[in-house]
């Protein structure tokens, strides 16, 4: 199949999100997790910090041939509260082969800033 068992996100950081007035967008990040397979992907994630104990072995479910999104502040998906401005990291290990993408979007300036990338796979 595609993709990789076992992703990393080192670079958590959730923006604050209030945004210049008059702009219609909010700081975010998100996680997009792909499963093209016939079956659920059982997912495991756990968030590491710089000065505390990790918070290990959060679970979801993807369903089969369907992407899941969500965002780092939806404390429904990861039953954790990130808080704003705190750096962290994140490994998601699945049962299946999945694909995790992450993205943010900074908009505490004028000139936003969007990133978008792949988390590490192995």
Known sequence: ???????FIVDGYRPAPNA????????HESIM????????ANLLIDIYYEDKDPVE?????VPPKRIYSFRSSDIDVLTVD????EQYSMRIRSD???????GRLDVTQPNMAFLATLGYGE
Do not use: F, H, R
Request: a neutral charge.
């Open 33 to 40: 997790i792909l499963n093209v397979n016939d079956v659920a």
């Open 82 to 85: 990130l808080k704003i401005n």
């Open 20 to 27: 210049p007035e008059g702009s219609v967008y909010s700081g």
């Open 57 to 61: 072995n959060i679970e979801l479910k």
């Open 96 to 102: 299946v082969e999945i694909v995790v993408q992450y």
């Open 1 to 7: 199949m595609a993709g990789k068992k076992t992703w």
